[in-house]
């Protein structure tokens, strides 16, 4: 019964919120979570599930395991999400492209 397409898609669609906010703590992007959570769905298809005992427990090991790789992989391409370097941008000084920064001090009068 646990390998029926159907079980595993309702159960599935039970656990995927708390995977999706698993890896969106993991990852931080929510299009690398989402990402994440549909390639736990291809690893649940191609598994053997006939010895699953706790399904959300084996689908939250596998999300973890994607995010890390996911991680690794950004980490070796020393990828950095946008939102990142923003927040270093605005952290650090005020970013070049305010127009504070480019234009000239008003005369005194």
Not at 45 to 55: C, E, G, I, M, R
Not at 65 to 84: F, Q, W, Y
Request: charged share 20%.
């Amino acid at each position: 019964m646990m390998d029926t397409p159907n079980w595993l898609a309702t159960q599935f669609e039970v656990e995927s919120p708390r995977l999706r906010a698993i890896a969106y703590r993991l990852l931080g992007p929510l299009a690398e979570a989402e990402d994440a959570v549909q390639e736990s769905w291809l690893h649940l298809l191609h598994a053997d599930t006939s010895t699953v005992s706790n399904p959300g427990g084996w689908l939250t090991t596998v999300v973890a395991r994607v995010c890390l790789n996911m991680l690794r992989a950004r980490k070796s391409r020393r990828e950095e999400s946008l939102e990142a370097l923003e927040l270093e941008a605005v952290i650090g000084g005020q970013r070049a492209s305010t127009p504070a920064h480019c234009s000239r001090p008003a005369p005194q009068l």
